[in-house]
């Protein structure tokens, strides 16, 4: 009976590793997202560059922009948040400071692209 016990424990423990490392792939998935959003809005300062009045594709742009960096932090509170109720076993996880450092540089790289747009 003890070994089934056993067996039911470590089947939980590899479980919850499976969910850590499945929140870690979330994140990416949506700082993916998130990059997606700003290769958009670089896409459509292309396209629409010689657009009258210029100031409507760059609002465009910065709009999705926004929308990146809005991408950016939600999933890393989702990820903080979730890896906060997960305790790991044999996975070693992501700190919650790699999520928001990783969170800062797509950010901040995020909005000097978009001042680039507005300077071009």
Request: hydrophobic share 50%; net charge neutral.
């Amino acid at each position: 009976m003890a070994n089934n016990n056993e067996l039911a424990e470590d089947r939980t423990d590899w479980a919850e590793d499976r969910t850590i490392l499945a929140n870690e792939r979330t994140f990416a998935g949506w700082m993916r997202t998130g990059m997606a959003c700003v290769a958009l809005a670089i896409g459509l300062k292309a396209v629409f560059g010689p657009f009258e009045p210029t100031w409507v594709p760059k609002s465009v742009a910065s709009f999705f922009i926004l929308i990146a960096v809005f991408i950016f932090w939600a999933a890393r509170r989702q990820a903080c948040a979730t890896q906060s109720r997960l305790n790991e076993h044999e996975a070693q996880a992501q700190s919650r400071s790699y999520f928001t450092a990783l969170s800062i540089f797509l950010s901040c790289a995020s909005v000097l692209t978009g001042l680039i747009l507005w300077w071009l």
